[in-house]
């Protein structure tokens, strides 16, 4: 069977559920409870054979998340049973902090040391990083706040998470807070903040001893990184269980109502994302006069591909190729792209915002707005560290709320739509990572259209030397 006959076989079977279930729940047809759990699962075996036929992770997480709130609804008791399934899920990927910030902080400052060549690049850059993030980061702080989509979630029954104790804190013991004392504690406790800390001030230290010394801890941290986000890529393989075990224990446990709550979410994060584009990004590109229609053209396949594959990873190599088509010198694109990859991902922070905030809201934790503000400083040091790889924000999220001291169960319900939540903000990472590219080039003076590159691509060349032996 054609993945167009699939396809088609799975769209009149979900709809012929969700419409069932429609007219039934508003009493506009009384169709019997075995009736609509026999059609509801014929479209969840419809989605099992198109799953099979794509051999796509990603279209396997959106259906377990079906399947998923199905399990929860139809057999709650089973459902709640699964979470130790998602728990499973969220301790794999706590593994990964440490290594990850540590190796992407190091070398992503380490590895640009010649200030002689990359001074004014480099100040730029960061300048330009910084402003564009913490912008991204209090859009995301308003509209959870606007929109409140974690106030009114109740903790689940049966669910005695053991919360650490906070005592208020003074200002001394916050700037303590920051430093750590023992770095190897600090990674035990997941103290997120500190280790970013203790990296970059390595990486400042690496950067200053003598080029033979240098190298061989700079590809130390290379090859460690590489190594994280191959570890990243099998823990995602159990990414559909531990999803469909998230979602289906929350369900389970607090019914389909829930799901308004996730939906809420989900819309917050997207208007969100839309008005970053429109109302931060949309005007730096009029503001330097990038040509909109050549730059959307150029982004459009990186976009797609991070789209599909929630990987700002997997689109770089095409980013690049395509900053370089469009006028921005090559040593630019190989020094602005891969440090945004660390210091500029746009759509990451704004979502750690908004979604730090709604654990707070699920959890009936009232923020001040000095809490929430000083929350908003710590995100902007901790996702400087946020590896391009599906759900690596996750990381940081926990990082995050246990510094904080906030629960963790909120987080399992976010993990439920976390799919489909990074596809877009990881869309957004890429479109803000090459916008930057062209910025920077502009700011330096250097950047060309298209016909006046440089090096034209070999295939033009080529080309052109058959026309001329033609003639």
Known sequence: MKINNIGLTVLITVSLAAILTFLNFYHVLEVPDIALLAVRWLAIAALFLFGLKR????????ISMVVGAEIGHDFPEIGMKLQVLSKVFLKMIKTIVAPLLFATLVYGIAGHSDLKQVGRMGWKSILYFEVVTTIALFIGLIAINISKAGVGIKLPAGVHEELPSVPPQTLNDIILHIFPEN??????????????VFSIIFGIALAMVREDKRQPMLKFTESLSEVMFKFTNIIMYFAPIGVGAAIAYTVGHMG????????????TLYVALIVFLLGVLLPIALIVKVPIKKFLQAIAEPVSIAFATTSSEAALPRAMEAMERIGVPRKIVAFVMPTGYSFNLDGTTLYLSLAAIFVAQAAGIPLTIGQQLFMVFTLMLTSKGVAGVPRASLVILLGT???????VWPIFIILGIDELMDMARTSVNVIGNCLATIVIAKWEGEFNPPVELAEPNTARIHNLEHIAEEK
Do not use: C, R
């Not at 109502?257 to 989900?266: A, E, M, T, Y």
């Open 55 to 62: 051999k796509s992770l990603t279209s396997w997480i959106l």
């Open 183 to 196: 770095v190897a504690k600090s990674i035990a406790e997941g103290q997120v903040l500190q280790i970013v």
């Open 256 to 267: 389909l109502g829930i799901l308004v709550n996730l939906l809420q979410l989900l819309m």
């Open 401 to 407: 709320a246990a510094s904080f001291g906030m629960p």
